[in-house]
């Protein structure tokens, strides 16, 4: 007889009573110490009598113990997965300070052309140090030169590489590349770049990416030219000049052309290692700073050398007094910062950060951006689900332990009833009863302490190894003391909450009966007697509480989120309405118990007699209280199990989705220089019998973006700000409007189009809605936000005063009067600081409303009020060129700046891109020397790195929650099987085979789990669709529900083996006794 059976005595007054007795007779006169004693002893009298019910209590503990402590931990670290993903996207870079003139600042940061846009590294650093906590320590000064080209392969010495056409000499070359001087042990001290394999550069060598290396054929050790124009940096170098002229100054401009041999030394990792973007790394050379002013001046243009002292004045002075940009990282516990689960506090704490850094350095003089942060916030909400769902894991693994240790302690009641007849008979109290069961379910839990931490420790360095080899990230391994202290509190309330009911049982008890042992105590009908005055309705009062604590929720804490912006709060209120909605449908399903069983049994029992599928519904019926807690248990387990694939498939998807409907196609290009020859190589992919692009899509530069200066009234107007607006002037708007290609929306797809109403009526001609812009009557037309349509009154399109609105092109008349002021040690201009007056200029033109849009890719609308601001607004090139003339812009379509093209490859029949892994290589790489390429496999492989961590913890989860319901049935079942000896005995005296009683038993089983699996597969499937329609609505993406088949039939059929296995063995141990003997068989 295995373990985990009671053992059978043939004679109720044989074996072991005696000794119970005597012991038993022992506490009802003791106090204290032997009272507690006995109870100890009692409970490893229990261990041995059943080990197996002791191994799955303590297997359970063990689990919820080792998987809080490692989701604990887990729940700390998780946010790594979006920063790894952040930093790839802004660099290891907490703050960038900028000069507020610097070409290297964003364009929606920089000041007016006259700020200057260098920094002074040696007096930032001065005055960063100067903070007591030394916040500040960690910086570096960066210098970054846009606009070089390389060359390679090239026939001409030094003396000639100023008069040399470098075009025609050179073998290869790259056109647009980037040049990044850093400091690389500064920055190794401070944490930028953790994976940089190269230590500080040597003079004249330089690191180039792979691809890039690849294209200029280049080999270690090998010498090429890199050319720009410096004219910002030799004029600074020689404004600091004593006495210098204006003819310096002229000729440090006029000839600051560079030509600069140097060594290729080797290839940098991927992405740059986080020094840079992964999105720039391909266009980067990465040179020593330190060194490199030295180099500059040997490589200046020879007219210099002889006429100024500039080069002298070059190589006296380090690059840095020149820095592009100062990097500034957090001086200790960088990764720390960021992981935190809740993005508010990330957001206030680096923002302090970089407003401290501002403040020092003078909030006139500098910008500062903070990269990693500005990344991060893509990702707000990801860090947030991710710590929400392993919480949920755990509260789910709890409730199952509690139900299973629960189930196991009535068990061990319900088949202890003779023992525990004769103590209550020989004196045991109430009090000495549920002290027992105490002692009993805290037996289960003790050593699973001890045990499931040790376990957790192991886990937990497997998860820290597993998370650094994906994210590059270190995290410590080591259990920290909350996840400790979280997982025993855990621990503890398992007994304690799961004994409650089995107490309970235990003091309903009649002595009577429980010294009766030559009845069953199966029980197919009960009766039972209440006395209606005394009686408390404790389902009432629950249900009650719960409400009130629902409506307290949902009257108080959500408009307490809404108005403190507490998206964490938020979050949490959701998904506990989530669970209770889970909880709901189970309460819900356990009334259908019944008729999902019957319908089990006559679909998969068809060709059974009816006395068999009766006798198996008979048994169904008498052990349903028991069979109750495996079906709650399997049904819960399933549905979360479905809800939890669907969840976190649900956010892949949103966070490809967004991605993708951000950048409007799978190859978006962002035009750097030279859109003709960039057209050119796209047509070139276009030709052919199977060419890999289809078609593509331009989009011009804003309208603020291409504006100019124009004489009006007499005076220079510069304008520079757009605006919407109704034609009462009543709500005025900021507005991005670009031009764009009739077939825009025809190249990106139309599942992110979603358009609230068409003023043209969808006419019959079949015109797209940006063909239709480029119609006679579209001509003064574009499409704008639905929001719109009641903002500036345009619900009726037939009435001529509601059918257009007003675009407003505003500029300032120019102040040729500069000054500049010194403020922190930076120069700045003083116009920033004592603006003069101003004269207000306005350019009014009325544009009709072509359709009202909710979504569109790669552009942004909204039909929601706050978002109003910045919203597009597309016109055709030539209503563009209308209204940029106005302004002083552009006349033509070849003076009008491309600001990105979308680009549509070939596709198969489904939809899905049809282009191999090579072509597309070739495809990115032409395009990239002239623009930034978004290439979505990059997406897909961000995403994929998620996925891939996320899988093991996932699967996990789900792993440890079958294994928990599988223990549940093991018990369930053997008690079912061992209370019917009895009825095992009579069908065995009449004839029937042991192999047709096992199976009877196995059916049993098998119908209970189908039906429970029916059940929670229902349920998830309801909730996920729920999940699935809410995160649509809040980010207006087209999600749809996607049920995971494979997940669900696996989790079926493993449910169904564990019916046959925790059937078998008990039953079929019982079965090889006499039936004379299982007669007289007492549990």
């Known amino acids: 007889m295995p373990p985990c059976c009671p053992r059978s005595r043939p004679d109720a007054g044989d074996g072991d009573e005696g000794d119970a007795g005597e012991a038993s007779s022992r506490p009802t006169g003791v106090r204290g110490w032997k009272r507690f004693t006995f109870f100890v002893r009692s409970a490893l009298s229990e261990i041995r009598r059943r080990k197996c019910a002791f191994l799955l209590g303590f297997l359970s503990c063990l689990l919820v113990v080792a998987a809080s402590a490692i989701v604990s931990t887990v729940t700390e670290v998780a946010p790594a997965i979006f920063l790894r993903r952040a930093e790839g996207e802004g660099g290891q870079i907490d703050v960038e300070v900028y000069g507020r003139g610097s070409p290297s600042l964003p364009v929606y940061f920089r000041a007016v052309d006259r700020s200057p846009p260098f920094i002074n590294y040696t007096v930032a650093r001065s005055i960063l140090m100067q903070d007591p906590a030394k916040r500040f320590a960690a910086s570096s000064p960066r210098v970054r030169l846009e606009g070089v080209n390389a060359y390679s392969m090239c026939r001409v010495n030094r003396s000639s590489i100023h008069t040399a056409v470098l075009g025609r000499v050179c073998g290869a070359y790259e056109l647009g590349v980037q040049l990044v001087l850093i400091d690389t042990n500064q920055e190794r001290k401070m944490g930028l770049g953790r994976d940089w394999p190269f230590d500080k550069l040597d003079p004249a060598t330089a690191v180039l990416a792979p691809a890039m290396a690849g294209k200029l054929r280049l080999t270690s050790g090998q010498e090429f030219i890199i050319a720009f124009y410096a004219a910002d940096l030799l004029v600074s170098y020689a404004a600091q000049m004593p006495s210098v002229s204006n003819r310096t100054l002229d000729m440090a401009a006029e000839y600051s052309q560079v030509r600069m041999p140097v060594v290729f030394a080797s290839r940098f990792p991927r992405g740059a290692a986080g020094k840079v973007p992964e999105s720039e790394a391909n266009k980067v050379v990465f040179m020593e700073l330190e060194t490199f002013h030295t180099l500059l001046a040997q490589s200046l243009d020879p007219w210099l050398d002889n006429s100024t002292a500039i080069p002298q004045q070059v190589a006296g002075r380090s690059v840095a007094e020149f820095a592009t940009s100062v990097v500034v990282n957090y001086a200790e516990n960088r990764i ?39 990344a991060l916030a893509a990702y707000r909400f990801g860090g947030l689900f991710v710590g929400l769902v392993l919480n949920l894991i755990v509260f789910i693994l709890f409730v199952l332990s509690i139900v299973l240790v629960y189930s196991l302690l009535l068990i061990s009641v319900e088949t ?25 379910a805290l037996s289960y839990v003790l050593p699973a302490l001890v045990f499931g931490l040790l376990a957790a420790v192991g886990g937990n360095a497997l998860v820290a190894r597993m998370f650094y080899r994906l994210t590059r990230i270190p995290v410590s391994s080591a259990l920290s003391w909350r996840s400790i202290v979280y997982s025993c509190t855990l621990g503890i309330l398992i007994p304690v909450v799961a004994s409650f009911l089995p107490i309970k049982a235990a003091l309903q008890l009649n002595i009577h009966e429980a010294l009766d042992v030559h009845r069953s105590k199966t029980k197919v009908v009960a009766v039972q007697l209440e006395r209606t005055a005394t009686r408390v309705n404790w389902t009432g009062v629950l249900v009650g509480l719960l409400l009130a604590v629902f409506g307290f929720c949902i009257y108080y804490l959500v408009p307490l989120a809404l108005i403190s912006f507490n998206i964490a709060l938020f979050t949490n209120i959701f998904f506990a309405v989530l669970m209770g909605m889970l909880f709901g449908f189970v309460v819900l399903s356990l009334n259908l118990e019944q008729l999902v069983e019957r319908a089990v049994v006559f679909i998969f029992l068809w060709w059974e007699t009816t006395a068999v599928k009766r006798m198996v519904l008979n048994n169904l019926v008498a052990h349903r209280l028991r069979n109750r807690k495996t079906t709650i248990m399997y049904a819960v387990a399933l549905a979360f199990i479905i809800f939890l694939m669907v969840s976190y498939t649900m956010e892949l998807e949103t966070s490809k989705m967004d991605a993708l409907k951000q950048k409007g196609t799978e190859l978006a290009v962002d035009v750097e220089s030279n859109y003709r020859k960039l057209e050119g190589i796209l047509q070139q992919f276009m030709r052919g019998s199977r060419p890999p692009i289809h078609s593509y ?16 009234q007499g005076e220079k107007v510069a304008f520079d700000l757009v605006t919407i607006e109704n034609i009462g002037h009543l709500h005025v708007q900021y507005s991005t409007i670009t031009a764009v290609s009739p077939n825009v929306f025809d190249t990106t797809g139309s599942q992110f189009l979603r358009v609230s109403e068409r003023i043209d009526g969808g006419r019959p001609s079949g015109l797209s809605l940006t063909e239709y812009l480029y119609t006679v009557r579209g001509s003064s037309s574009g499409l704008m936000g639905a929001i719109f349509k009641d903002k500036f009154q345009l619900q009726d399109p037939h009435l001529p005063n509601k059918q257009s609105f007003l675009v407003t092109i505003s500029g300032d008349t120019v102040d040729k009067s500069v000054s500049t002021s010194a403020v922190g040690g930076l120069t700045v201009p003083g116009n920033l600081l004592q603006p003069g007056k101003k004269k207000g200029h306005n350019l009014l033109a009325r544009i009709q409303p072509a359709a009202f849009v909710e979504s569109a890719p790669a552009f942004y609308f909204s039909k929601f009020p706050d978002q109003l601001d910045f919203q597009n607004l597309l016109v055709s090139y030539p209503t563009f060129l209308r209204l940029a003339e106005q302004a002083g812009g552009p006349r033509s379509v070849r003076q009008l700046g491309i600001e990105r ?34 290439d979505y496999r990059d997406i897909e492989n961000s995403v994929n790195e998620s996925r891939g961590i996320m899988d093991v913890v996932f699967a996990a989860a789900a792993v440890v929650v079958m294994v928990l319901c599988f223990f549940s049935l093991v018990s369930s079942m053997a008690a079912n099987i061992f209370e019917q000896t009895k009825e095992m005995a009579i069908l065995r005296s009449i004839g029937v085979t042991k192999a047709r009683v096992t199976i009877l ?9 189908t039906s429970a699996s029916v059940l929670g597969l229902s349920i998830g499937m309801a909730v996920g669709w729920t999940m699935t329609a809410q ?14 088949y494979w997940v669900a039939i696996a989790v079926v059929a493993t449910a169904a083996l564990s019916a046959t296995l925790a059937s078998y063995f008990p039953a079929s141990s019982l079965l090889r006794l006499q039936i004379s003997e299982l007669m007289r068989f007492v549990t």
């Open 1001 to 1009: 038993f196995i059916y049993e089983a098998f119908v209970l789990i």
């Open 416 to 440: 202890k009833t003779f023992q525990l007849g004769i103590l209550r008979m020989i004196g045991l109290n109430r009090r000495g009863l549920v002290e027992l069961i105490l002692i009993q």
């Open 336 to 374: 720390s910062n960021y992981l935190r689960s809740n993005f508010d506090s990330v957001q206030v704490d680096v923002t302090e950060y970089a407003a401290d850094v501002r403040t020092l350095l003078s909030w006139d003089a500098v910008i500062c951006v903070p990269q990693t942060l500005k």
């Open 901 to 934: 093209v979308l680009v549509d490859l070939r596709r198969d029949k489904r939809g899905r891109v049809d282009v191999d892994g090579r072509t597309l290589d070739a495809i990115v790489s032409d395009l990239s020397d002239y623009s930034t390429v978004s």
């Open 1031 to 1044: 995160r649509a609505l809040f980010t207006q993406l087209p999600l749809t529900f996607v049920f995971p």
């Open 697 to 712: 899509a331009s989009v011009s530069t804003s309208l603020d973006q291409s504006l100019g200066t124009k004489q009006l």
